[in-house]
């Protein structure tokens, strides 16, 4: 079944949880470049924990009100925003029923036709701070998720979800990484299982936990999902975002809620040391900001079937941590920077060297066009983190949780 959005007829509405976010906003901007019809909602836990933490954002993000205004005056589309928690049902209900976004009148409404899942506490070292950050991330991520299911239930068993989920449920295991699934041969019998998870954190924990939440739905009420097992991503721009600062998506870069490569990219552009945790051979699958926008989008125009969870692994190519060191090395060099690669103790139990071999074929033949990463592409980031140079933290960099 594919569903392709047409201005001439019926658009396809697609409702964004967590469309404040480093993805999010820059999910909605693509969907609603497209022809989509956008609905975004947030509930601002990211921005408020950054403050909290002290961990501001790179560069200064207007809210999504201010965002979505900025949108239109630029492109003339519409996304339409609330703000609330997903864990509320009675807010979720309303993001169905079009309440929330004062469209529930018009005799025209009708329940969003896919939902993109971003809205979990996305953090690994915040989910191991203490118990109140754990509690946190378990009450948000999975009633969060469970209340989802039983929106689409209640309102639209069609509706296709589309969850962000994340490659580190599955750990490192001695094997390969199959796509989802694996079949298991024993004692004359085989059966296909969800493959194994070993994750590494509370909040891959939960990811793993909303999975089996949402595969256990799939079989009990036929509902229909797509899980992105995504890899770390990179980037700060987006094809709708490059030529407008004030709609460029939030950009961490410190120990809590940064990923690696964007960390080491503000490391070199103002002169700290990368800082590279262990041996610095744990090994994951990366990709650029723009590859997420395309794996979603694909997603969306083509559904998953009812009754079926369907998995992805989505990345497009695996470097260790000290490779990636060493390409940022090198494209500060480029710039002409002196860029210092430093080992720190590892804050964090795993795997420093290990085996690391996923299977990730299935958004290509859904029709992925990957973006690699190129010397000339990390440049292009560099420069513009450059630019905020004055503005960078050095403070944010080392890390204050550990696990244990």
């Known amino acids: 079944m594919e569903m392709v959005p047409s201005e001439k007829g019926a658009r396809m509405r697609v409702l964004i949880l967590g469309g404040d976010g480093y993805l999010g906003w820059p999910t909605s901007m693509n969907l609603s470049s497209l022809g989509y019809e956008v609905y975004a909602v947030d509930n601002y836990f990211r921005r408020g924990a950054c403050h909290q933490l002290d961990v501001e954002p790179l560069l200064k993000t207007p809210n999504l009100h201010k965002r979505s205004q900025r949108w239109k005056e ?41 939902v993109i899942h971003y809205a979990e506490q996305p953090s690994a070292p915040y989910s191991m701070m203490g118990r109140k950050q754990a509690v946190l991330t378990l009450q948000n991520n999975l009633i969060g998720t469970c209340n989802l299911v039983h929106a689409v239930k209640e309102y639209k068993p069609s509706c296709h979800i589309v ?47 909303d999975g089996d939440m949402l595969y256990f739905y799939c079989r009990m009420w036929g509902i229909r999902v797509t899980d992105l097992n995504q890899g770390p991503v990179y980037g700060i721009f987006s094809k709708e975002s490059k030529n407008s600062e004030d709609l460029a998506t939030i950009f961490n ?6 990923t690696v490569l964007n960390r080491f990219i503000a490391q070199a552009a ?33 559904p998953a079937a009812l ?21 940022v090395r090198k494209a500060g060099k480029i710039a002409g920077l002196t860029v210092e690669i430093k ?12 085996y690391y071999n996923p299977v990730h074929t299935g958004l290509t033949d859904l029709g992925l066009k990957p973006h690699y990463l190129t010397d000339d592409g990390l440049g292009q980031i560099l420069d513009v983190i450059l630019k905020y140079k004055a ?8 890390p204050r949780v550990k696990w244990e």
Not at 166 to 175: A, D, F
Not at 253 to 258: H, L, Q, T
Request: glycine share 12%; net charge negative; aromatic share 12%.
């Open 270 to 302: 103002c002169g700290h040391p990368l800082t590279v945790y262990g041996k610095g051979g744990q090994t994951r699958g990366y990709l650029n900001i723009n590859d997420t926008l395309q794996c979603v989008e694909l997603c969306v125009r083509k």
């Open 74 to 114: 630029k492109t003339g589309r519409n996304i339409h925003v609330a703000i609330g928690d997903i864990t509320d049902y009675a807010f979720l209900s309303g993001c169905f029923t079009g309440k929330v976004f004062g469209d529930d009148d018009d005799g025209h409404w009708s329940p969003p036709d896919a």
């Open 343 to 354: 080992t720190i103790e590892n804050p964090r139990q795993e795997a420093e060297d290990h």
């Open 307 to 327: 009754g079926q969870y369907r998995v992805f692994n989505q990345f497009v190519e695996t470097f260790s941590v000290n490779e990636l060191a060493e390409r």
């Open 391 to 398: 503005d960078i933290n050095r403070d944010y960099f080392m």
């Open 163 to 209: 969850k962000l989920g994340t490659m580190g449920v599955y750990g490192t295991p001695n094997i390969d990484i199959e796509e989802g699934y694996l079949e298991v041969n024993h004692k004359g019998r085989k059966h296909t299982f969800l493959y194994p998870k070993t994750p590494g954190s509370l909040y891959h924990l939960t990811k793993a936990q």
């Open 253 to 258: 870069y410190d120990d809590i809620f940064g």
